[in-house]
């Protein structure tokens, strides 16, 4: 005899779903990597999907069965290119090599001329006091490049575009610079160093005059391999690295991760830091701001919400590093 299943198997309703158990919010992250297989290509994109799918609270089978619209599935989807630690972007090439030894060369030159000239002339006060002034003079000069090129401009811009344009890349994957290669981190500043010292060693023969020129080409020069260990791990920097910036002697890692947190509008010197607190409590950056403001009607970056180029990939950054 045939019973129906109504009969065999009564609908109860369900009320005894525990609150934790009734799904509210669903959020679904799913990161795939895309590459070609046709050429091998250096840069891979990395294509970061969200879900979020929204349900109401379910309290009985009813509500089940309900005929009601299906939850909406809301997709956000943002492309994400950081460069990978085999990227050739962040390798030396042979130009970046001849460049770094150039500029190098000219700075060895400005120093052979003061500690002669010092030798010659029975000076050793003077080039050395003009020597500290540059390296002082070096850290401010790094806060207001730095200022400027983190807040107005972008890749258009002659001359420094592809530095606006690098600066901006950094901000958003800062683990990169630690994977660039000696000559190719230096290479750019290399290249203003040769062209701008020297004319000054074949002009100058004055050891102090080479006392600050040697000490602040150096300190520029060489500011971007300062920078990249400010971004570096303590256990993976040379012993001698970390005493200098335990010292203050060159910008400390603690310093400088205050500048890469929101709004980033601060902490902008990378030689030895010194200026950072002087810059920041003066409020000197935000006066420059209001008076550019005012005379041209360009704002800075800084007074924006942070937009994702500048936020930082933080899972990236932790996988990569």
């Given at each position: 005899?045939?019973?129906?299943?109504?009969?065999?198997?009564?609908?109860?309703?369900?009320?005894?779903?525990?609150?934790?158990?009734?799904?509210?919010?669903?959020?679904?992250?799913?990161?795939?990597?895309?590459?070609?297989?046709?050429?091998?290509?250096?840069?891979?994109?990395?294509?970061?999907?969200?879900?979020h799918?929204?349900?109401?609270?379910?309290?009985?089978?009813?509500?089940?069965?309900?005929?009601?619209?299906?939850?909406?599935?809301v997709?956000?989807?943002?492309?994400?290119?950081?460069?990978?630690?085999?990227?050739?972007?962040?390798?030396s090439?042979?130009?970046?090599?001849?460049?770094?030894?150039?500029?190098?060369?000219?700075?060895?030159?400005?120093?052979?001329?003061?500690?002669?000239?010092?030798?010659?002339?029975?000076?050793?006060?003077?080039?050395?006091?003009?020597?500290?002034?540059?390296?002082?003079?070096?850290?401010?000069?790094?806060?207001?490049?730095?200022?400027?090129?983190?807040?107005?401009?972008?890749?258009?811009?002659?001359?420094?575009?592809?530095?606006?344009?690098?600066?901006?890349?950094?901000?958003?994957?800062?683990?990169?610079?630690?994977?660039?290669?000696?000559?190719?981190?230096?290479?750019?500043?290399?290249?203003?160093?040769?062209?701008?010292?020297?004319?000054?060693?074949?002009?100058?023969n004055?050891?102090?005059?080479?006392g600050?020129?040697?000490?602040?080409?150096?300190?520029?020069m060489?500011?971007?391999?300062?920078?990249?260990?400010?971004?570096?791990?303590?256990?993976?920097?040379?012993?001698?690295?970390?005493?200098?910036?335990?010292?203050?002697l060159?910008?400390?890692?603690?310093?400088?991760?205050?500048?890469?947190?929101?709004?980033?509008?601060?902490?902008?010197?990378?030689?030895?830091?010194?200026?950072?607190?002087?810059?920041?409590?003066?409020?000197?950056?935000?006066?420059?701001?209001?008076?550019?403001?005012?005379?041209?009607?360009?704002?800075?970056?800084?007074?924006?919400?942070?937009?994702?180029?500048?936020?930082?990939?933080?899972?990236?950054?932790?996988?990569?590093?």
């Amino acid at each position: 005899m045939a019973v129906s299943l109504q009969a065999k198997y009564p609908l109860r309703p369900i009320t005894n779903i525990p609150r934790s158990r009734r799904p509210s919010l669903l959020r679904v992250r799913v990161t795939c990597s895309v590459t070609t297989t046709t050429k091998p290509q250096p840069n891979h994109e990395k294509l970061v999907v969200e879900r979020h799918i929204v349900k109401p609270p379910l309290s009985n089978e009813a509500s089940l069965l309900s005929n009601k619209p299906q939850p909406k599935l809301v997709v956000e989807q943002r492309l994400a290119n950081p460069p990978l630690s085999n990227d050739v972007t962040l390798k030396s090439t042979w130009t970046h090599r001849l460049w770094v030894a150039a500029g190098c060369t000219t700075l060895f030159v400005s120093l052979a001329k003061s500690v002669t000239g010092g030798f010659g002339s029975h000076l050793w006060l003077e080039p050395a006091l003009a020597g500290y002034a540059g390296y002082i003079l070096a850290d401010l000069g790094s806060g207001v490049y730095h200022w400027a090129i983190d807040n107005y401009g972008d890749e258009s811009t002659p001359v420094v575009g592809t530095q606006i344009e690098a600066f901006q890349g950094h901000h958003k994957w800062p683990w990169t610079i630690t994977r660039r290669q000696f000559a190719n981190n230096l290479h750019a500043l290399a290249r203003v160093i040769t062209f701008t010292v020297l004319p000054l060693d074949l002009a100058f023969n004055d050891p102090v005059v080479h006392g600050f020129v040697c000490t602040f080409a150096f300190c520029i020069m060489f500011s971007q391999q300062f920078h990249a260990w400010a971004h570096g791990t303590k256990s993976k920097l040379p012993p001698l690295v970390v005493v200098l910036q335990d010292m203050g002697l060159l910008v400390s890692r603690r310093q400088h991760a205050e500048h890469h947190r929101a709004p980033y509008n601060n902490n902008y010197c990378i030689v030895s830091g010194a200026w950072n607190n002087v810059l920041d409590e003066s409020k000197v950056f935000e006066a420059l701001e209001m008076v550019l403001y005012f005379q041209l009607g360009v704002r800075p970056r800084s007074w924006s919400e942070p937009h994702s180029d500048w936020t930082e990939e933080t899972e990236i950054s932790n996988n990569q590093a």
